[in-house]
């Protein structure tokens, strides 16, 4: 049996908490006289809090002092973890279980690769924790994607070579950072906005058994 690695990214690809970031950055941006709506949302998909919140006080033209910054950092972090804390398992996405009950069957590692400084406790409070072999998200890394630091680290210890590892993403910066990592990339989405990934699914429904043997069984040069 061909030994690859799988990564996960969080946000959109597992569980859809971007209703939750776009819930509390509206909220923050509303607090200081700012608009915010759901298409800016979408550029702040697998971008760092302190990189949202720069992104959101220029399309305002604000500045702030750093106090000011650190403070409504920490409110929006606060009101998002008072959202995520009422999630539970009906908040996997469709299809995911049986992905990853695949994976596992064919004793294949799986890492969770995320931005997300909340990661463990979305997977705890969707009953996933367990599942992964490996966990690398914000509070593991010092560089946001597309550098490919944070799913390097999840083929580091899941002990997979990078040339070896899968990494299923629902973010522009994320499939860059595989790219960037020499990983096969899988974009969930929309084929115009993931063009970068070598293949694209709109979700996990449209992913067959047939398709991961192939990426259990095939050479990268085959798959690619």
Known sequence: MNKKGFIFDLDGVIVDTAKYHYLAW????NSIGLDFSEEQNEQLKGVSRVHSLEKILEWGNRNLSEKEFLDLMNKKNEDYLSYISTMDESEILTNVPQVLSFLIENKQPIAL???????????????????FNAIVDG??????????????????????????????????AG???ANNANMISIGIGEKEVLKDADYVFKDFTEISSEFLSSLINEERNVLK
């Not at 509206?26 to 941006?29: F, G, V």
Request: aromatic share 4%; hydrophobic share 45%; glycine share 4%.
């Open 26 to 29: 509206k909220k923050l941006a």
């Open 113 to 131: 690769g995320s931005a997300s400084k909340n990661a463990r406790a979305i997977l705890e409070g969707v009953n996933l924790l367990d599942t």
């Open 139 to 172: 509070n593991d890394v010092s560089k946001t994607k597309p550098n490919p630091e944070v799913f390097l680290n999840a083929a580091n210890v899941l002990q997979v070579k990078p040339e070896k590892c899968i990494v299923f993403e629902d973010a522009v």
């Open 175 to 177: 499939i860059q950072a």
